[in-house]
């Protein structure tokens, strides 16, 4: 397994022989999937590596200076990814304002003809060069090796795209979002020290402070999965501005783990949303919301498995 970054000042013919999709492939969901099965597939041909070629940041933070970008996953989490369907060698290019400014031809030559590639996979809608004055049909035109272009895989007659799982998050519908992703949309993050409310009312809360990039799911309460040093745990997920207590203009994610004891001060979790329960709302006493939360707990061992 190879993981490497490059950046146009520094591009170097690679060593290894290469069959690779190329994008950027922000939550590689089932239409990344089908890039890569290719990919593997055109590697097994050709006997030769199988590889992504990916950018970072996102070219669209570059073109397009001061705009907010939010992904569904991060770089690390889409390496991880990536190598769980097979890819063997990740190859990360720097993406900059002069690698923005290429023409097609100069992308193709300076940056992929520095892979040794024995063919390229790429979706029906891929751009490259200045402008994205490049495409799929382009590079396939220009190119002295096989270029596969993949259809759009469509699910109820639209395509599966990073665009509209990104909405299906921010709506709360996290259920289809995993439907289209194959797998739970999830958020990595580093556990850091509240108020300490949670603990005085007997729902201990860990306050999870993750990347600002990531897509935001509708503010509420969710049921999910925390994963800890490999161990799994039910969880009960409030997202929102905390209107009972402490208000924070801020978005805070606090999360209660069922059947679990222990401290959990900087460590790193792992947070999958699977279900949303109920919207965010403010109570009028501690006892109504303790009664609430306990019926909140109460749904969400019934809705997942242990």
Same mark, same amino acid.
């Given at each position: 397994?190879?993981?490497?970054?490059?950046?146009?000042?520094?591009?170097?013919?690679?060593?290894?022989?290469?069959?690779?999709?190329?994008?950027?492939?922000?939550?590689?969901? *089932?239409?990344?999937? %089908?890039?890569? +099965?290719?990919?593997?597939?055109?590697? #097994?041909?050709?006997?030769? !590596? $199988?590889?992504?070629?990916?950018?970072?940041?996102?070219?669209?933070?570059?073109?397009?200076?001061?705009?907010?970008?939010?992904?569904?996953?991060?770089?690390?989490?889409?390496?991880?990814?990536?190598?769980?369907?097979?890819?063997?060698?990740?190859?990360?290019? *720097?993406?900059?304002? %002069?690698?923005? +400014?290429?023409?097609?031809?100069?992308? #193709?030559?300076?940056?992929? !003809? $520095?892979?040794?590639?024995?063919?390229?996979?790429?979706?029906?809608?891929?751009?490259?060069?200045?402008?994205?004055?490049?495409?799929?049909?382009?590079?396939?035109?220009?190119?002295?090796?096989?270029?596969?272009?993949?259809?759009?895989?469509?699910?109820?007659?639209?395509?599966?795209?990073?665009?509209?799982?990104?909405?299906?998050?921010?709506?709360?519908?996290?259920?289809?979002?995993?439907?289209?992703?194959?797998?739970?949309?999830?958020?990595?993050?580093?556990?850091?020290?509240?108020?300490?409310?949670?603990?005085?009312?007997?729902?201990?809360?860990?306050?999870?402070?993750?990347?600002?990039?990531?897509?935001?799911?509708?503010?509420?309460?969710?049921?999910?999965?925390?994963?800890?040093?490999?161990?799994?745990?039910?969880?009960?997920?409030?997202?929102?501005?905390?209107?009972?207590?402490?208000?924070?203009?801020?978005?805070?994610?606090?999360?209660?783990?069922?059947?679990?004891?222990?401290?959990?001060?900087?460590?790193?979790?792992?947070?999958?949303?699977?279900?949303?329960?109920?919207?965010?709302?403010?109570?009028?006493?501690?006892?109504?919301?303790?009664?609430?939360?306990?019926?909140?707990?109460?749904?969400?061992?019934?809705?997942?498995?242990?």
């Amino acid at each position: 397994m190879r993981i490497r970054y490059m950046d146009l000042q520094h591009l170097q013919k690679t060593p290894t022989r290469i069959a690779a999709c190329i994008g950027y492939f922000d939550g590689v969901h *089932k239409g990344h999937q %089908e890039l890569i +099965r290719q990919t593997i597939t055109m590697a #097994e041909e050709h006997h030769c !590596g $199988s590889a992504m070629i990916t950018f970072d940041p996102d070219p669209v933070s570059i073109t397009r200076p001061g705009s907010e970008v939010h992904h569904i996953s991060t770089l690390r989490q889409k390496i991880n990814l990536a190598v769980n369907a097979g890819i063997e060698n990740i190859f990360i290019l *720097k993406f900059s304002y %002069e690698m923005s +400014r290429l023409s097609p031809r100069e992308f #193709e030559n300076k940056v992929l !003809g $520095s892979f040794d590639l024995c063919g390229l996979v790429c979706g029906f809608d891929f751009h490259y060069g200045y402008r994205g004055e490049g495409n799929a049909d382009t590079l396939r035109e220009q190119c002295g090796y096989e270029v596969r272009i993949v259809d759009p895989i469509v699910d109820h007659g639209e395509k599966i795209s990073s665009t509209r799982i990104v909405k299906l998050i921010e709506e709360g519908d996290v259920e289809e979002a995993e439907r289209l992703l194959g797998y739970p949309y999830e958020v990595d993050g580093i556990v850091k020290k509240g108020h300490g409310k949670g603990h005085e009312i007997g729902f201990p809360t860990a306050n999870l402070h993750i990347p600002s990039e990531y897509v935001y799911p509708h503010p509420g309460v969710y049921a999910g999965y925390a994963l800890i040093q490999d161990k799994r745990y039910r969880a009960m997920i409030n997202l929102g501005h905390n209107p009972t207590f402490n208000y924070s203009p801020e978005l805070s994610l606090e999360v209660h783990l069922l059947d679990f004891n222990g401290d959990l001060y900087d460590k790193r979790m792992r947070l999958q949303f699977k279900v949303f329960v109920r919207e965010e709302k403010k109570f009028n006493s501690v006892g109504n919301l303790k009664l609430q939360l306990e019926q909140d707990r109460y749904a969400i061992r019934r809705m997942l498995k242990s």
